[in-house]
């Protein structure tokens, strides 16, 4: 079975703050997408990272995939309210590229 | 700029009655898929379309049937509702790379639609 974990389940930060959300399998992927989904609506693409070891920045946002494209971590600087919201990862499993793997998870909340 | 189009938004229906879940893209996209999202398992792929004329199950099919009408629809079919699907469902659009299959590119969502089954 392969899983994607992703950690914390739940932050709740201040207006400012930094922080970093991660998402860990022992599964190696092609490529790994985070998205984010706000209440009410479907998740929306952020990035993919296809490349171990690539980084990819959007405006506040860090996403890093891990050398070995086995994880990834999202870091988010001064964070502001805009920013809540549940952070997805999803893995493209390298096995056969049929079947795509989500995590849970995170559910950020970054308060005034 | 509508995107991925789900209709009904909101639905509530009694055990062992049918429904079909409806979606529209506009993206000219040729994989479609249909997942639905509880709390603590996340979201999970129930069936998808790799191309017009093809679907295959996904994670957790039992229940639910589909048909990709044309490039643009893909629909989801409850024959006798349980309270086990009461969830929210999306569905999701892709453009896969000459590269690699469907699951390799971003999906795009609709908004959802809230299933209560009584």
């Known amino acids: 079975t392969q899983l994607l974990e992703q950690s914390p389940q739940f932050l709740s930060i201040q207006e400012g703050e930094n922080l970093t959300v991660y998402c860990n399998s022992s599964?190696?992927?092609?490529?790994l997408q985070w998205y984010r989904q706000e209440p009410g609506e479907g998740p929306v693409l952020l990035v993919t990272?296809?490349?171990g070891g690539e980084v990819k920045k959007l405006k506040r946002l860090t996403f890093q995939f891990g050398d070995a494209r086995k994880d990834s971590s999202l870091h988010i600087t001064a964070a502001q309210p805009g920013d809540t919201g549940l952070y997805l990862c999803a893995g493209a499993w390298a096995g056969n590229n049929r079947k795509l793997i989500w995590g849970l998870g995170t559910s950020l909340a970054v308060n005034p | 700029n509508a995107g991925v189009t789900q209709t009904p938004k909101f639905q509530v229906l009694k055990t062992g009655q049918s429904m079909t879940l409806q979606c529209a893209q506009d993206m000219n996209h040729n994989s479609m898929y249909w997942y639905r999202q509880d709390p603590g398992m996340g979201l999970r792929l129930i069936y998808y379309s790799a191309s017009e004329g093809t679907t295959d199950k996904g994670e957790v099919p039992n229940g639910y049937n589909v048909s990709r009408l044309n490039k643009r629809e893909f629909s989801l079919r409850l024959e006798s509702a349980a309270p086990s699907q009461t969830s929210v469902y999306f569905c999701?659009?892709?453009?896969?790379?000459?590269?690699?299959?469907?699951?390799?590119?971003?999906?795009?969502f609709g908004d959802g639609t809230r299933l209560s089954i009584l």
């Open positions: 599964s190696v992927f092609s490529s």
């Open positions: 999701a659009s892709s453009e896969p790379a000459a590269w690699a299959g469907p699951f390799n590119q971003p999906q795009h």
């Open positions: 990272v296809v490349t």
